[in-house]
């Protein structure tokens, strides 16, 4: 299956919210889907270590960046992290950078660009909050699904075997 969001929309139309986001692909992972886990940070990635060093089985870390260019929120570092405890992907409203190394793994990834600089390392942040992004609200709980054609959300986690 090349494409999954469209059967969704299509089986599940009164039970998703479409994130009106145009994010970039960087993950080996065009299609992951999972439990939402929120994180709140500005410029400052130390939480997102906190949180991908936990088991990230059937989980999808959301950071709201604030759409920040001045500092990538997520590398290869923190990457392989998640890939080793398990995450299906990490969606960014902010950047990434050593992409030529995420493209490579089995993690998803979508974030709005690239910033070659680290972040500074304050541990500040809010973990598990409800987001607004895109005129979108994103609950911690909710299940994402994504593939080349965007992101839904949903309050439930949705049988994708009957598409």
């Known amino acids: 299956m090349n494409d999954l969001l469209p059967?969704?929309?299509?089986?599940?139309?009164?039970?998703?919210?479409w994130l009106?986001?145009?994010?970039?692909?960087?993950?080996?992972k065009k299609i992951f889907y999972g439990e939402v886990v929120t994180l709140r940070c500005f410029e400052d990635?130390?939480?997102?270590?906190?949180?991908?060093?936990?088991?990230?089985?059937?989980?999808?870390l959301f950071i709201d960046g604030h759409a920040s260019y001045n500092?990538?929120?997520l590398g290869d570092q923190l990457a392989l992290l998640a890939v080793k405890n398990g995450w299906q992907g990490i969606v960014?409203?902010?950047t990434a950078r050593d992409v030529g190394?995420?493209?490579?793994?089995?993690?998803?990834?979508?974030?709005?660009?690239?910033?070659?600089?680290k972040t500074v390392k304050r541990q500040t942040g809010d973990?598990?909050?409800?987001?607004?992004?895109a005129h979108t609200m994103i609950y911690p709980g909710d299940y994402l699904y994504a593939d080349l054609?965007?992101?839904?959300l949903s309050k439930q986690s949705l049988d994708l075997s009957v598409l």
């Open 7 to 17: 059967d969704l929309c299509d089986h599940y139309e009164q039970d998703v919210r």
């Open 20 to 28: 009106p986001l145009v994010l970039n692909d960087y993950g080996g």
């Open 45 to 60: 990635n130390s939480l997102v270590r906190d949180i991908v060093s936990q088991d990230g089985t059937g989980k999808v």
């Open 71 to 73: 500092g990538a929120l």
């Open 92 to 94: 960014i409203n902010g």
């Open 101 to 117: 190394t995420l493209a490579t793994l089995d993690l998803g990834v979508k974030a709005l660009g690239t910033c070659p600089y």
């Open 127 to 133: 973990m598990n909050v409800t987001m607004t992004v």
């Open 149 to 152: 054609n965007g992101i839904l």
